[in-house]
């Protein structure tokens, strides 16, 4: 059993990683220059935008987490890479809560 809840995953895809990159610009809603991107949380309703982070196709990763517009403590911050390959792209995935919910469990295990 882990104690901490991270998780890692690899995925081969049948897609060049330039589709990979461009479903990924499709799918992420990116905060604007004057928003602050550790807390930014997207308030646009498209449906298209299923998640909410950075994407930087030059160093082959991105930094996503799940968009929603209500308070959520355990939602996961999603950090990848994308490799390309003769049959598709590699995609590294890794899976682990998002900063302020580590302090608060840490906090929370000392306290109790």
Same mark, same amino acid.
């Given at each position: 059993m882990n104690v901490l809840p991270f998780k890692?995953? *690899? %995925?081969?895809v049948p897609y060049r +990683?330039?589709?990979v990159w461009a479903l990924l610009d499709a799918c992420v809603l990116r905060p604007q220059p004057h928003e602050n991107n550790l807390y930014f949380r997207h308030t646009n309703n498209n449906p298209l935008h299923k998640f909410s982070g950075a994407i930087y196709p030059k160093k082959q990763s991105f930094e996503i987490s799940p968009s929603v517009i209500y308070s959520q403590s355990y939602i996961p911050m999603i950090k990848g890479k994308v490799d390309g390959s003769r049959s598709g792209a590699i995609v590294s995935l890794s899976f682990?809560? %998002?900063? =302020?919910? %580590? %302090?608060? =469990?840490?906090? +929370?295990?000392?306290? *109790?």
């Open positions: 890692q995953y *690899t %995925l081969v +990683a330039d589709e682990r809560p %998002l900063p =302020g919910t %580590l %302090l608060i =469990g840490s906090i +929370a295990v000392i306290i *109790t």
